[in-house]
């Protein structure tokens, strides 16, 4: 069985969106200097902005690293906030930017697994194509197939296709171009559809051509 | 010119969500391949499987909230946030001491009925 977000924390609960206007206020008096009310919006918060995270960095870990900085940005940046977008949205924002951030860096401590052309080695059981053909459920080869994507396609595909930031949006909190962006994104829709559904013969295809 | 399946490899992914990604001629070779065809259907339950994504939260385990709170302490971001934070703590060590003290009772009761018992032969 695949598991979601590692072993440190707990598996996915339904989500029940932030009530808008609730939040809207909790932002006015945090602006304001009420630190109470930013706390409120930490705790109102975080468990979503560690799941768009927890799926940007592949692991528990990180994810409460990114977690952690995107508040302090926000914290920070939080006077610019000028309501536009929703609260959240803007928080995404941060998270993406921050996981961005962050992979890079490690990126320059850690050599092993990052790159994007790199060939990833199924070295346990469970990812054995074979075996994952057999998963009963598509949303967890899904999920694991997204873990073994290449952080920088990772992030595209789950800020478009998960939380459907716009390809701008995206570029900029990743610092690369629209049509980067549009190519990764391209790109990791095919290995995660290849991924969950594994490769077929020609022979089984006598259509193709 | 004829179409060949793997130059459409990438522009089927976009397709999924911009059928407008397919030219005429593109268009005309999915129409006739079943490969292609399978490609694309595969394609859009991907798509919608990361969609249903969106309805979940993961859970992080306990202690986020504060980790983030005292990491912008830290950041000497928040001053304020000190006494939020002190008054967690103030709580957490109120509570540990509310029960030692309550074990403590418990012992004491424990022992004080165990020497009474003690003593009840004897005092007969």
């Known amino acids: 069985m695949v598991t979601d977000a590692g072993t440190s924390s707990r598996p996915p609960r339904s989500y029940r969106r932030p009530d808008p206007e609730a939040m809207a206020d909790l932002v006015a008096r945090a602006q304001a200097g009420d630190d109470r009310a930013f706390e ?169 051509g | 010119m004829a179409v060949d399946c793997n130059e459409l490899v990438d522009i089927l992914a976009e397709a999924a969500t911009d059928p407008a990604a397919l030219d005429r001629s593109a268009r005309r070779h999915v129409e006739g391949c079943l490969r292609c065809q399978a490609d694309m259907v595969q394609h859009r339950r991907v798509l919608r499987a990361l969609r249903s994504l969106r309805t979940e939260v993961l859970e992080p385990a306990p202690g986020l909230v504060t980790e983030v709170l005292t990491h912008i302490e830290e950041a000497g971001e928040r001053h304020a946030i000190r006494s939020l934070l002190t008054g967690r703590r103030v709580a957490y060590i109120g509570g540990l001491a509310a029960a030692t003290a309550a074990a403590a009772g418990a012992g004491a009761i424990v022992i004080a009925s165990r020497s009474r018992a003690r003593r009840l032969p004897l005092a007969g």
């Open chain 1, 40 to 208: 409120d919006l930490v705790t109102a918060t975080h468990a979503e902005t560690y799941t768009l995270a927890r799926r940007l960095t592949g692991n528990d870990d990180d994810a409460r690293d990114v977690v952690q900085e995107a508040y302090l940005r926000a914290y920070r940046s939080l006077g610019r906030f000028r309501g536009e977008a929703r609260f959240t949205t803007w928080l995404y924002r941060i998270t993406a930017n921050c996981a961005s951030t962050y992979v890079g860096r490690r990126r320059r401590h850690r050599h092993d697994e990052l790159d994007d052309e790199l060939v990833v080695v199924d070295a346990s059981p469970e990812l054995d194509p074979a075996a994952r053909a057999d998963a009963s459920d598509l949303r967890d080869r899904l999920v694991a197939a997204l873990d073994e994507l290449p952080p920088k396609l990772r992030a595209v595909v789950v800020l478009r296709d998960v939380y459907d930031l716009p390809h701008e949006a995206i570029a900029a909190e990743l610092g690369i171009s629209e049509s980067a962006a549009k190519v990764r994104l391209h790109r990791a829709r095919r290995k995660l559809k290849d991924r969950v559904f594994p490769t077929r013969d020609e022979d089984d295809h006598p259509g193709g």
